[in-house]
């Protein structure tokens, strides 16, 4: 799942220079390893395993 979180920010240039603002910015990072990459390619696609291999 993709969680997010709210940040915020003083803006430096532009036309709201000083301004505080506020974005969504992902919680962390999702690191995976290329068998866990090929194993969700193969599950949510029609593709083999031989296939993804072959493109990598």
């Known amino acids: 799942m993709f969680e997010q979180e709210v940040k915020s920010k003083v803006l430096n240039i532009g036309?709201?220079?000083?301004?505080t603002?506020?974005?969504a910015?992902?919680?962390?990072?999702?690191?995976?390893d290329n068998d866990t990459l090929i194993e969700r390619?193969?599950?949510?696609?029609?593709?083999?395993?031989?296939?993804?291999n072959a493109e990598m």
């Open 41 to 52: 390619i193969v599950r949510e696609t029609s593709l083999s395993e031989g296939d993804v």
């Open 15 to 19: 036309t709201r220079k000083g301004q």
């Open 21 to 23: 603002v506020y974005y």
């Open 25 to 32: 910015a992902p919680k962390s990072q999702l690191k995976m």
